[in-house]
């Protein structure tokens, strides 16, 4: 199984802050990630696909990129409906995996 | 719209088989295209992908979990089902169930559903 290494597993950060959150491959995956935002008691929303493609309906201040097997998810300008838990997935190969989130807190 | 609504008991015995369906409006399971997948989230813990089906019935599953799930689809109904025998506590938890895209990546979920193993 491909195995995805998120971090930090948390972050405490301000209204306004630029947030970033790093996911890594144990192999490559070329572009095969997506990133999810989780709420308390929801299930989760894709945000990213395709290592940088932004869903329909996503603010533009979440934004992807990668490079190599590292992958990166920022949120330009946090707002507050942006606390939550987020996590990585590749679908590079079976079984889809996922890391193990990053939860974003009030600072 | 494309909604997905999970249905099933709450609370299954340990030793028998858990068993949850997926009601999927707004769009068809036999138009192709789409994975329908099930995913599911120990309490507190990250997501761990079940396994999916196509609606010609063609199913990938987790190779940890592949001896006790079977997933199957009943496209007159437009729903999918989920299949787990010999639960544990082990099994408890959040189980989702969702549209993959032809890339793998999961577009809509349902609401999510608990499920607690215990006598």
């Known amino acids: 199984d491909i195995q995805m290494t998120q971090s930090p597993s948390s972050v405490s950060a301000s209204v306004g802050d630029r947030v970033t959150i790093t996911c890594r491959a144990s192999?490559?995956?070329?572009?095969?990630l997506a990133w999810y935002q989780q709420k308390p008691g929801k299930a989760p929303k894709l945000l990213i696909y395709?290592?940088?493609s932004l869903q329909s309906g996503v603010p533009s201040r979440f934004s992807g990129s990668e490079s190599g097997t590292d992958f990166t998810l920022t949120i330009s300008s946090l707002q507050p409906e942006d606390f939550a838990t987020y996590y990585c997935?590749?679908?590079?190969?079976?079984?889809?995996?996922f890391g193990q989130g990053t939860k974003v807190e009030i600072k | 719209q494309v909604q997905l609504q999970e249905s099933g008991p709450g609370l299954v015995k340990p030793s028998q088989t858990l068993s949850l369906t997926c009601t999927v409006s707004?769009?068809?399971?036999?138009?192709?295209?789409?994975?329908w997948s099930w995913i599911r989230q120990h309490p507190g813990k990250g997501l761990e992908w079940i396994g999916h089906?196509?609606?010609?019935?063609?199913?990938y599953y987790n190779p940890s979990l592949k001896s006790r799930v079977t997933i199957s689809v009943d496209t007159s109904k437009n729903q999918f089902s989920l299949k787990l025998s010999s639960v544990t506590a082990a099994d408890t938890a959040v189980y989702y169930c969702?549209?993959?895209?032809?890339?793998?990546?999961?577009?809509?979920w349902g609401q999510g559903t608990l499920v607690t193993v215990s006598s």
């Open positions: 192999q490559g995956i070329s572009s095969w």
């Open positions: 395709a290592a940088s």
């Open positions: 707004g769009g068809s399971i036999s138009s192709g295209g789409y994975y």
């Open positions: 969702a549209r993959a895209l032809r890339s793998g990546f999961l577009d809509y």
């Open positions: 089906i196509y609606y010609s019935g063609s199913t």
């Open positions: 997935q590749q679908s590079n190969s079976f079984p889809r995996t």
